[in-house]
């Protein structure tokens, strides 16, 4: 079966998304997801000119040997843009290949592992009590875990905090954002955050919080101690991971277990982490991970060292990247969590897709591939917006922080 036309669609219901389509000799379409976020057009850009033209008249069924081909044969490896667009091309030909097999995509990984997949979703509010309502809201919704994200005293913006009533969308500028920060105000207010949150729920509901990499190692510790009592199923990325060795003191000085790898494209940047143990979910997403091929090799090597899944799974990837999350989650033996944010109805109408929510679970559907396409006379009528991700600066000196 032979590839014989790529396309790119950019387009943006709500927010943008990048989609790669390929078509084939057979008729079989398929889609891959390519979104990375408030970097859009580099990967389109990637894919048009550079991945598109070198794909046109290869087997789609030699998924492996074009993997190897985009990364070894590249020279210039890794990277968000890369491996991104690598994603799409792999998560595509996935697809062809379930809809070639008649099969949805787990059955063609290895079948299920489990029934349905948990999930967790986002409460924040612009403040303590806010949060706990919002957390309240999600747990009669039927979820069992809950991120819990809040406003902090004295700071005018915090991550993970919408404004108003609106979806938290963080990439709303044509230009990026400036923040303020401050980690001392923050390590005050979140254990109180979570003495009223778990207060609040009882102790049945998975909590969770995430840090945003804004902490230093040190700074990591004291919070991951001060949150122990609520036991907390994970602290989402303490601390920048560059260098992978900065966790040791965190794993070694706290017991609340920690998520990390959103912003990770291959299995070296989490290949310390895994083997030392000094994390418990490795958090990398099918889209930005190199597609499903690139994200198997990382779970079932995460799988000897007893690290679990919890693919990221914003609102700043498609449907189309939920849906193969989905399928590969169904399958993995090693699963942890999936994070699961709504996407909006507009968003979900210019991508028909066959999963759903049951009661705090996703169920990946039975059709053919992952089952999620795209409407392209719909896309079409949501141009490309060009919208960026904040930056943070220090509240008292002006000093770029992490974001």
């Given amino acids: 079966m032979k ?5 790119v669609i950019v387009c943006s219901p709500g927010r943008n998304f990048v989609t790669l389509k390929i078509e084939t000799d057979e008729g079989l379409v398929g889609y891959g997801d390519a979104t990375l976020n408030g970097r859009e057009l580099a990967v389109a850009s990637y894919l048009t000119d550079h991945i598109n033209p070198c794909l046109v008249g290869r087997d789609a069924h030699q998924i492996e040997d074009i993997w190897q081909y985009l990364y070894r044969g590249a020279y210039w490896r890794r990277g968000p ?3 991104s667009a690598i994603g799409a091309v792999d998560t595509a030909l996935w697809d062809i290949k379930a809809k070639a097999a008649n099969m949805p995509l787990y059955q063609l990984l290895g079948g299920r592992s489990r029934s349905r997949v948990l999930v967790y979703a986002h409460a924040n509010g612009s403040d303590i009590a806010a949060t706990v309502e919002e957390v ?4 009669e919704m039927g979820f069992e875990a809950i991120r819990a994200q809040s406003g902090v005293p004295g700071l005018d913006t915090v991550y993970g905090v919408a ?10 500028g044509s230009l ?14 979140t254990p109180k955050l979570f003495d009223a949150v778990r207060s609040a729920v009882g102790p049945d509901v998975h909590l969770l919080h995430d840090a945003h990499h804004r902490l230093t190692p040190i700074e990591a510790v004291r919070l991951g101690r001060d949150l122990e009592p609520h036991r907390l199923f994970w602290l989402e990325d303490a ?3 560059e260098n992978q060795e900065s966790f040791r003191l965190i794993r070694h000085a706290t017991l609340t277990p920690l998520a990390v790898g959103e912003v990770f494209n291959t299995i070296w940047d989490c290949k310390q982490l895994i083997e030392e143990q000094l994390i418990d979910y490795i958090r990398t997403s099918v889209t930005h991970a190199g597609g499903i091929t690139g994200l198997r090799r990382i779970a079932d090597f995460a799988s000897l060292y007893q690290v679990r899944t919890g693919c990221h799974g914003a609102t700043d990837l498609s449907p189309i990247c939920m849906g193969a999350a989905l399928h590969v989650d169904t399958w ?8 699961y944010m709504r996407h909006s ?7 028909p897709h066959d999963y759903r929510f049951e009661s705090g679970y996703m169920v990946c559907g039975e059709s053919a591939g992952h089952g999620v396409s795209i409407d392209e006379k719909l896309a079409a009528k949501y141009p490309y917006q060009p919208a960026y991700l904040p930056i943070n600066r220090q509240k008292h000196d002006g000093a770029m922080w992490n974001w």
């Fill in 345 to 351: 109805e507009v968003t979900l109408d210019v991508f």
């Fill in 332 to 339: 993995v033996p090693n699963f942890g969590i999936q994070e």
């Fill in 163 to 172: 404004k108003g009533q609106k979806l938290y969308e963080p990439a709303d």
């Fill in 239 to 241: 601390t920048p991971a």
């Fill in 81 to 83: 843009v890369t491996m």
């Fill in 176 to 189: 990026p954002a400036e923040h303020d920060w401050n980690t001392e105000k923050y390590l005050v207010h």
């Fill in 136 to 139: 309240l809201r999600h747990q």
């Fill in 3 to 7: 590839i014989t036309a790529l396309k």
